[in-house]
């Protein structure tokens, strides 16, 4: 049975759709735009499938992510479930997420989403404010948003998950507030407010490298933090993990909690990884390469790697610290013992506090999660 | 002995003393230019780096001069810095005669008089040599002058040469068989020879380098070091020549080497008298002095793990350098370490750079200190030198600092700023002289204390590189002395007290607050850094904190990124040490102990 909180042992499934209509000038997600290979990627990924039939029990949650899974039209929506369910056991109560975007979804394509085992839909919002959708370089206004949220609770989709992005270049607190505030009338079921964050590799990090773009300075990107935090607590939100929130316990990500608490998971698609017991791989981030290697019946393996006990004691301690539930408090092994020190002084400051035999962050811990996990 | 001709070539840093010494060695034809290196003397790296020499050695040149005879010139090379002036005297000792190199475009310089000076002392026969004649900014009329006025040397006595090229370097070998008389001394009498250097070898122990004087020496033979009243047999005897060069005996008027399985170079004292233990001479040797450190400073490990690899180098280091001393000390900050002492601050900064080089360790020194003396109320005297032992203030009747003469030479235009910088430093009894019209010697007498900083960094600076700088230890002087305390966190980093002169506790206070605050990273919390006098607090600075440090996305793929970026953060922090929740960075240990000044 799945405990309240939404988290189970059983492995997930992912599926990484990489297609996009347009790509976003800070997006670091492995996505093209030319969707003329989306029939073959479909047959690589059935075939990827039965390489891995038989290998994990059954899953208990399903995910769709991207790339935009909503460009795919009912017909390759279907085929990829199909795949899925045919090649792996699948349990009952699965949590079948597919991310989307605002602007994708009409009433014909709900329609057809309503037929399919997919119970949860995680939008893409990213922001309420106009100015900031367009800096962001999206190709959604916020009215296409609220749109797509009203059809999708018509449709009678009671798990709704809505992505947001704050700390942009020249947003105003102002801004930020607003659009919390409209989420909230939304009440959607789940929240995920992500601090915007540059990699090199993007068009948005390069002139951000280049001095060209500024990003908020370390105080108030911390404001926004709290301010996001507080706020959405004050509707009741609980904030379950650094960058996201859930309406109920019971609506938390079943999914990505895999990801914090060291579950199996399997990654399909051009760079998805995989996690299983002390072995994590990934796929060549590449179309063309991924869908050659299964057409020539290789896996598309970019690279493999076995964790010791230590890098697994460490990403315990800081997937663990980035998450309400924390690290074991009683598990000595999993600090360095001069953190000690450290540790005390933590939770004597209000960064970190006990909670049921746990070692658990504050929000003041969480918005300092990777400084706690470095230290501790 | 009349075949015989012991020289050092003595000079200002950098006026060429190491390259003239390499020509020398290959017109010997000790080497064929293939298999030469340059600057053979200088045999340990940071020598070759730092283009100083630390240690001296001695080398036997066979030289067949213009009247046909083969003779055998004994170089003794000598340690060019302040900090290693007793060795120089010691070498000096060993010889008849001078080789006094001066660069052609600097000029005379302080060490030039310095080690002048010494030779003079010594009787030495002295034979000015103009170095660098081939740099077009060379001024050879101008140094002539200054030879005469400022050496009271003979100018026409000198030599012109460009070590770099060769030339002049066949006239200087001439000069030392025709100029410096050969060794006078008695084969027959007891033996007595002088103790200039030792070395370890890995083989064989102790190398201990001498200037035989009278009597012999040879294998089989007991020998007693006179002040270290130790007695050992005779295992070998030799010269050098680039290597060890086995000879039966050593006899009066030669420089050479004997092995005699002695453990430690700590066992021999630069400036001891070896004699016949059954047929001892009569005295000593003038001139013994033990080779007293004047900076301590307490050497930490950065990892507690490494305390025992620290010793193990410590041990090994020491066994090469006899002026270094160094005893258990320990830091409620930073754990179990040693307190060590050197001659002066380059010599810190050889024995640290070593340790971390050819040890690889990581360390944290304290902020050095010079040895204060005490008189305590109840008549007592104590000499301290670490704060950690700084008496009970009730108790002091009076307090006392080591002072130096220091001597600076310098273009005249900067007289005023030089003047300044003295004065600064709380320095009295200045002596101008004036030995040529346009250049200064100036004479100030100095708390030691406020040189062993930054001093010659500073002066080099004012005088845009044309200042030189020497000292002499004097006396003692009493000071207002005060023990300042660094908290971090309100912890006391005993590491980071110092001793100073209460009229600059506040300005060194604020000095290391600030340096501290440019070097510890922020961190979670907010970090306040004081300066305590007496457990007044008389500075302060904050850190402030962290307070958003999260990637805001960590899914599936991100792990094995996000674990390797923070297992790099892990290993910097390793390298860090822990004062109660705060990481300081061994950086800012380093940056206090750069900066202060007294
Ligand atoms: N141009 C020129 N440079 C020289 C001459 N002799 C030495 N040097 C350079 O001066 C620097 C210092 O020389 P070094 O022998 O290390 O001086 P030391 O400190 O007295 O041992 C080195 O860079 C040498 O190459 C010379 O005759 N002419
Ligand atoms: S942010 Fe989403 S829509 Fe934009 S490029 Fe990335 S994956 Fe595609
Ligand atoms: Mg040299």
Known sequence: MIPDNNTSTLPGLYIHVPFCVTKCPYCNFYSVTDRSAIPSWINALRREMNWYKGEFEHFDTVYLGGGTPSVLSPNELAAVLDGAYEAFTISGDCEVTIEANPGDIDEDFLSFLRDTPVNRVNLGVQSFDDAVLAYLGRRHDSEDCRTSINLLRNSGYDNIGLDLIYAVPGQSMKSWKVTLEEALRWKPEHLSCYELTLETGTPMGRRFADGDVELPGEDERYDFFMTTSERLEKDGYIHYEVSNFARRETFRSRHNMKYWNHVTYLGLGPSAHSFSGNRRWWNHASVERYISDLEHNRRPLEERESLTDKDLRLERVFLGLRTIDGIDGNDPALFDPPANNILQQCLADGLLEHRAGRIVPTRRGLALADQLAVLL | ?598
């Not at chain 2, 003393?17 to 790296?45: C, E, H, V, W």
């Not at chain 2, 001024?139 to 040397?153: A, C, F, K, Y």
């Not at chain 2, 050197?342 to 750079?353: A, K, P, S």
């Not at chain 2, 700023?417 to 010697?441: Q, T």
């Open chain 2, 1 to 598: 002995m009349d075949s015989i001709r012991n020289f050092s070539i003595i000079a200002h840093i950098d006026h060429g003393k190491s390259t003239l010494a390499d020509r020398m060695i290959q017109l010997a034809g000790l080497t064929n230019s293939r298999t030469f290196r340059d600057q053979i003397l200088d045999t340990m790296d940071i020598e070759r780096e730092r283009g100083i020499t630390i240690k001296s050695q001695a080398i036997t040149l066979p030289y067949r001069a213009q009247d046909g005879g083969t003779y055998y010139l004994n170089l003794i090379d000598t340690p060019g810095h302040v900090d290693f002036s007793y060795e120089v005297s010691r070498s000096l000792a060993s010889c008849e005669g001078v080789v006094l190199l001066v660069d052609a475009a600097q000029g005379v310089q302080a060490q030039t008089l310095a080690n002048l000076y010494l030779a003079m002392e010594h009787d030495l026969e002295i034979i000015p040599v103009i170095n660098k004649i081939d740099l077009p900014a060379a001024d050879t009329e101008r140094v002539m002058e200054q030879i005469e006025n400022e050496l009271g040397l003979d100018p026409f006595g000198s030599i012109l040469c460009s070590a770099k090229e060769g030339t002049g370097v066949p006239d200087i070998m001439e000069a030392i068989v025709q100029r410096i008389p050969p060794p006078r001394g008695d084969a027959g009498k007891p033996l007595s020879a002088l103790i200039f250097d030792a070395q370890y070898d890995a083989f064989r122990g102790t190398v201990v380098f001498c200037r035989v004087f009278d009597g012999i020496m040879k294998a089989g033979q007991a020998v007693r070091f006179m002040h270290n009243d130790t007695v050992y047999r005779v295992e070998e005897v030799g010269r050098f020549s680039l290597v060890r060069e086995k000879k039966e005996q050593l006899e009066a008027g030669d420089v050479g080497y004997l092995i005699a399985g002695i453990k430690n170079v700590a066992d021999v004292s630069v400036g001891d008298t070896i004699t016949d233990d059954h047929r001892p001479c009569a005295a000593p040797l003038p001139g013994f002095k033990e080779a007293k450190p004047v900076v301590f400073a307490s050497i930490y490990p950065i990892a507690s793990d490494d305390y025992e690899e620290l010793v193990v180098a410590l041990e090994k280091y020491k066994l090469n350098d006899a002026s270094f001393t160094y005893q258990k000390d320990s830091s409620v900050a930073l754990g179990q370490g040693f307190r060590c002492g050197f001659l002066g601050l380059l010599h810190l900064d050889i024995v640290q750079e070593r340790l971390e080089r050819e040890y690889d360790l990581s360390i944290i020194l304290s902020v050095p200190s010079v040895r204060y003396r005490f008189i305590l109320k109840n008549g007592e005297t104590v000499y301290i030198e670490n704060p950690a032992h700084y008496p009970e203030s009730m108790s002091i009747e009076k307090a006392e600092e080591p002072y130096i003469r220091a001597t600076m030479m310098f273009p005249e235009q900067y007289l005023g700023a030089v003047m300044k910088l003295c004065i600064d430093r709380r320095g009295e009894n200045s002596h101008i002289n004036y030995p040529s019209p346009e250049r200064v010697e100036l004479q100030f007498e100095l708390p030691l204390s406020s040189v062993i900083y930054d001093f010659y960094d500073s002066l080099k600076s004012l005088t845009q590189g044309y200042g030189s700088f020497d000292y002499d230890i004097i006396d003692y002087r009493e000071s207002d002395l005060v023990l300042l305390d660094i908290l971090v966190n309100g912890e006391k980093v005993d590491a980071l007290s110092q001793i100073v002169n209460r009229a600059v506790a506040r300005e060194r206070a604020l000095n290391t607050c600030e340096r501290l605050k440019e070097e510890i990273p922020r961190q979670m919390f907010k970090i306040a850094i004081q300066g305590a006098v007496g457990g007044e607090i008389i500075a302060r600075t904050t850190i402030s904190a962290f307070r958003k440090d999260v990637t805001a996305k960590c899914y599936g793929g991100d792990i094995t990124r996000k674990r390797k970026l923070l297992e790099k953060q892990k290993k910097g922090k390793k390298r860090m040490k822990m004062v109660g929740s705060v990481s300081i960075p061994q950086s800012a240990f380093v940056s206090v102990l750069k900066s202060d000044k007294g």
